[in-house]
């Protein structure tokens, strides 16, 4: 699906601001048809934006079920004879869509934009009422997974908790912007690029394939940093051959050159940034355009105070500041799919991203906290195949948003899996084969989880890198750094003789409440969390076939409510208002370029 864009054929709307809002106490929004009259009891909420921080009563903020949103927007008189397109960038974590009485839309993944033809549905020169209603439970079946539980109330009754099995806020509501835009009648549906560079010819290379809707003649334009077109080709799929390229490499803003495919379709033109770069693993080295590339960056969130999980891009550009402050190349888009925004920003500013779905948590044992009693992952009535249905779903939408972008390196498939148990492996089998067959230029992972090691793993055979979280010094042997380092070291050395591909430590690190010292260091101050990481990077400089590092976390973020969590995850080199704790100076140093 293409992000909206304003071209000479199409005009976009962004209906981002105050909506009508009301929680759905009672469930009775869809049987009261809420969407066809103005909403009961509303009050105005932005767009985007979670809703939860912004109110004062924890009921609200904690709500398990339904939410309703609603605006009119005036339909340009203009718009006449247009195809006219609703999207949302994302409804977490479903949602149904009306305009005015018809409903035309739902969908399930909170992460993923989707989007409607409403033509028929509205009269340009005059208002179209939108309601959308917003569900934010997760279950077995949903990526992520979660649980909804009874719980009694003083008055007697029951209600309802909402468990799950990751460690962030289940924030909620419009979290990126809803859209109407035109596009003509016959136009461009999708376009599929990979590309390759030959580092030793200079020379690079596009593959296109175009799928189009209606009639008409489909061609492209390569055109360079400049504008001035540098290739071109008719037909819906074909190759661009450029015999000098200059590459999308990693670095900078002036290092990650892009190009622009002008993809025209009848009248319809839409521009596509896309950068000629190579992605490759061979033997224990991850080679981006034929050079070996060492990982150094982050695990992060989408998250900040009061926003929650909305896109913002005053927080993605500071982000990104920080990022290139602290001498940071890459990021995972750990637990799900970021902002299409936050992805063109990283392909603009050279940082290398590895694309995550939102399958984490599928681990039901892992988390006592949840309150879900322990029990096995992969099987029937657990994580099953309607959970597998879900997640395949997600590897689809993932791919099909997030291919054209050069940032994009590798795809996780999901984060920490129960993957000692043997079913996992049937599993994630077919989930491996789909991602293949959709995209054969990337490499896969499925980031490993403490605790299942070389010997036990089931998975690690079916990736191209093995990435790894681990918490020595902090889960386990917890404030002994000696007897971690000699662990860690021990592990790492285990994997990379198994498998003989790269080791990527996806995550490691210590929570410290900013401001907290101690000397000597003791867990949760800020000395620990700089020695931990020091002597981590250590150890991963000294083993071959470590291909770099992911802090665990860029900064601060909130989490569910839970005894080893102070007002959250504080595993932040950055606080959750973006300042540096001391570890942030420390690896700068150790980042900095040689
Ligand atoms: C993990 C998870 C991450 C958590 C982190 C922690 O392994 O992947 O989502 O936030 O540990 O801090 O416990």
Redesign the pocket.
């Known amino acids: 699906m293409l992000p909206p864009r304003d071209t000479t054929s199409r005009d976009c709307r962004r209906l981002d601001g105050l909506w009508d809002f009301t929680f759905d106490l009672g469930d009775q929004g869809r049987e009261g048809q809420w969407w066809r009259a103005p909403l009961p009891g509303r009050r105005p909420m932005p767009v985007p934006s979670s809703y939860n921080d912004l109110v004062t009563e924890a009921f609200e903020r904690d709500h398990v079920g339904e939410v309703w949103y609603q605006r009119s927007v005036l339909v340009p008189a203009g718009w006449a004879g247009a195809r006219v397109v609703l999207r949302c960038d994302a409804v977490a974590h479903s949602g149904t869509v009306w305009v005015d009485d018809v409903e035309v839309a739902s969908h399930v993944g909170g992460y993923t934009p989707f989007e409607v033809d409403v033509t028929d549905h509205v009269t340009p020169g005059e208002d179209a009422r939108i309601t959308i209603c917003v569900d934010n439970r997760l279950a077995l079946d949903t990526i992520p997974p979660g649980l909804v539980q009874p719980v009694p109330r003083a008055d007697g009754a029951t209600g309802e908790r909402q468990a799950y099995f990751?460690?962030?806020f289940n924030y909620s509501g419009l979290h990126r912007s809803v859209w109407l835009y035109t596009r003509p009648e016959a136009h461009v549906e999708a376009v599929t690029v990979t590309t390759t560079y030959e580092p030793a010819a200079g020379s690079g290379a596009v593959d296109y394939a175009v799928r189009v809707s209606g009639a008409g003649e489909t061609s492209v334009r390569l055109l360079d940093g400049d504008g001035v077109p540098v290739a071109a080709a008719a037909g819906a799929r074909g190759q661009l051959v450029l015999e000098r390229a200059r590459p999308w490499q990693p670095g900078s803003r002036d290092t990650a050159h892009l190009y622009r495919l002008e993809v025209t379709h009848g009248g319809d033109v839409y521009p596509l940034d896309i950068g000629v770069r190579s992605v490759s693993v061979v033997g224990n080295q991850f080679l981006i355009n034929g050079k070996p590339f060492v990982f150094k960056g982050f695990?992060m969130h989408e998250d900040l105070a009061l926003r929650g999980k909305a896109h913002d891009d005053v927080r993605m550009v500071r982000d990104f500041a920080l990022l290139a402050w602290i001498g940071a190349n890459s990021f995972r888009t750990?637990?799900y799919p970021y902002a299409d925004e936050v992805l063109d920003h990283a392909d603009r500013e050279g940082i290398v991203v590895i694309s995550e779905t939102a399958a984490?948590g599928l681990h039901l044992s892992l988390n006592a906290m949840t309150g879900v009693p322990m029990q096995d992952t992969f099987k029937p009535g657990g994580i099953d195949e309607r959970t597998q249905a879900a997640h395949l779903q997600a590897v689809r939408e993932l791919i099909a948003r997030d291919a054209h972008h050069p940032s994009v390196v590798m795809w996780s498939l999901a984060?920490?899996p129960n993957t000692a148990e043997p079913a996992a492996r049937t599993y994630f089998e077919p989930i491996v084969a789909l991602a293949r067959e959709l995209d054969p230029s990337r490499p896969l992972t499925i980031?490993n989880?403490?605790g299942t090691e070389p010997e036990t793993d089931t998975v690690a055979e079916l990736v191209d890198v093995i990435c790894l979280?681990r918490?020595f010094g902090?889960?386990f042997r917890s404030g002994d750094l000696t007897a971690a380092e000699v662990t860690l070291e021990d592990e790492l050395r285990r994997w990379l003789g198994q498998y003989g591909k790269p080791v990527l430590i996806?995550?490691f690190?210590a929570?410290a409440v900013a401001g907290l010292h101690s000397l000597p260091p003791r867990m949760w101050s800020e000395e620990f969390q700089t020695d931990l990481i020091a002597m981590s990077v250590r150890v991963f400089r000294r083993n071959e076939g470590v291909i770099g590092e992911h802090v665990?976390?860029f900064a601060d973020?909130m989490?569910a409510e839970q005894y080893?969590r102070v007002v959250g995850?504080r595993?932040g080199v950055f606080t959750r208002e973006r300042e540096p704790k001391a570890v942030a100076f420390t690896l700068r140093d150790l980042w900095a370029p040689e």
Do not use: A, L
């Open positions: 990751h460690d962030f695990g750990s637990h984490t984060n920490e980031v989880v403490g979280n918490y902090w889960y996806t995550e690190g929570d665990w976390n973020f989490t080893h995850n595993k």
